[in-house]
């Protein structure tokens, strides 16, 4: 052990005021044996009807190639809603409202280690959820500018067979806090049945004082 404290000693000395914010090494260090808190938002574009907007991530992260939500790990002394504003203006140039009001859940992420992933151990992340309005479709085209670790974009009108368990919910959810739940009347009983199945989010509704 006073090997390690040693070591571990010698890292902070090297990493020295970091902000907040890990170095990719020692955030990988640290994600192979611990859960490091994220903020998650669900991207809903302005319409009659719901839709979401997901991200298409690059290859060598997690979840590589498969369209997913906005997020990213909190850090150290960010206040929580001006963390989630600029991960998302990172993420897609966008300038976006958060609020605490708009917090729809608590969610759990299981990834299995895969090395072209860039992970060679499974990571566990769990995140707080947020459901974010958008600009209506015909402007997004014009203003969204994709990176940090995403390649593409791409608007769901419906819950998706390939999405997990996390992504099925809180979607789900971001539309009943938007649209209500009659949307979910015309679900297809298949989705209908993974929805009350899956139990990996945990739905919260801001209560007023």
């Not at 992340?125 to 085209?141: D, G, I, K, M």
């Not at 014009?142 to 990176?147: E, H």
């Not at 974009?153 to 998706?160: G, P, Q, V």
């Not at 297809?188 to 919260?204: E, G, Q, S, V």
């Amino acid at each position: 052990m006073h090997k390690l404290k040693a070591l571990l000693d010698e890292a902070v000395k090297t990493i020295g005021k970091s902000r907040g914010r890990l170095p990719r090494a020692a955030y990988d260090f640290i994600r192979r044996y611990e859960a490091l808190l994220s903020i998650d938002s669900v991207i809903v574009p302005k319409g009659s009807k719901p839709s979401v907007l997901l991200l298409k991530r690059e290859e060598k992260t997690v979840a590589g190639g498969k369209y997913y939500s906005v997020g990213g790990r909190l850090g150290k002394n960010k206040k929580l809603t001006e963390a989630l504003r600029r991960i998302i203006k990172a993420e897609t140039g966008l300038k976006v409202s958060a609020k605490k009001e708009d917090i729809i859940g608590f969610g759990t992420v299981w990834y299995n280690a895969n090395k072209r992933e860039g992970h060679e151990f499974s990571v566990f992340t769990p995140c707080l959820t947020f459901a974010v309005r958008a600009p209506e479709e015909s402007r997004l085209r014009k203003t969204l500018k994709i990176g940090h670790g995403n390649t593409e974009w791409k608007i769901f009108r419906r819950i998706e067979a390939s999405w997990d368990s996390y992504l099925t919910q809180a979607v789900a959810s971001a539309w009943d806090y938007y649209y209500g739940n009659g949307w979910r009347s015309k679900l297809p009983a298949a989705t209908k049945k993974r929805l009350k199945k899956y139990n990996d989010f945990i739905p919260l509704q801001y209560q007023r004082k």
